[in-house]
T-cell receptor, first 114, second 114 residues
Framework: GAGVSQTPSNKVTEKGKYVELRCDPISGHTALYWYRQSLGQGPEFLIYFQGTGAADDSGLPNDRFFAVRPEGSVSTLKIQRTERGDSAVYLC????????????FGPGTRLTVL | DAKTTQPNSMESNEEEPVHLPCNHSTISGTDYIHWYRQLPSQGPEYVIHGLTSNVNNRMASLAIAEDRKSSTLILHRATLRDAAVYYCILRDVKSGGSNYKLTFGKGTLLTVNP
């Protein structure tokens, strides 16, 4: 069956530009997560959605980062005024419900800010 | 959150067993021990989890110490495809709190030699 998909797989942008990263979770999964992974590190939690609402956005580094999930399925992570320090792999995961279920990860979007 | 400690790297030979250790001396009674792995250029994938008893599945076995302060992920016959970073993660299943998010450390980089 279809897993979690993320587009684009790679994104190169210039400092100061706006970017959107998309995540398509597994159909029927109500929980969706975004993580960020810097080189040589494990993934770090950014935000968690239960349905359409952001239940926990405590991992977003600052107000340049925002995420939406308007219909409870696809989610978009939006980064304004990108900085070189935003360069990382952005991972999306989904799970059937929430806290206990196994999380299924997408392949990630590699963001490079020049 | 309770923390885990893993070796930075380990090596194995193909078709030999691999024992990946994890220390979690501050584990609480409601923490489950989860293992995920991340193959090169992919998102993490679930491997196995357990609470107190040893667990087996098609991918691996999980041996949990009697005092639960350590655990070992066992790959019975390593293949080249098992080369990955392995993460040991604690998840508290008490209701409430932020147990929906996975807290990754740096994990153990497993190299499998042909």
């Amino acid at each position: 069956g279809a897993g979690v998909s993320q587009t684009p797989s790679n994104k190169v942008t210039e400092k100061g530009k706006y970017v959107e990263l998309r995540c398509d979770p597994i159909s029927g999964h109500t929980a969706l997560y975004w993580y960020r992974q810097s080189l040589g590190q494990g993934p770090e939690f950014l935000i968690y959605f239960q349905g359409t609402g952001a239940a926990d956005d405590s991992g977003l580094p600052n107000d340049r980062f925002f995420a939406v999930r308007p219909e409870g399925s696809v989610s978009t992570l939006k980064i304004q005024r990108t900085e070189r320090g935003d360069s990382a792999v952005y991972l999306c995961a989904s799970s059937l419900t929430d806290y206990y279920n196994e999380q299924f990860f997408g392949p990630g979007t590699r963001l490079t800010v020049l | 959150d309770a923390k885990t400690t893993q070796p930075n790297s380990m090596e194995s030979n193909e078709e030999e067993p691999v024992h990946l250790p994890c220390n979690h001396s501050t584990i609480s009674g409601t923490d489950y021990i989860h293992w995920y792995r991340q193959l090169p250029s992919q998102g993490p994938e679930y491997v196995i989890h357990g609470l107190t008893s040893n667990v087996n599945n098609r991918m691996a076995s999980l041996a949990i110490a009697e005092d639960r302060k350590s655990s070992t992920l066992i790959l019975h016959r390593a293949t080249l495809r098992d080369a990955a970073v392995y993460y040991c993660i604690l998840r508290d299943v008490k209701s409430g709190g932020s147990n929906y998010k996975l807290t990754f450390g740096k994990g153990t980089l497993l190299t499998v030699n042909p």
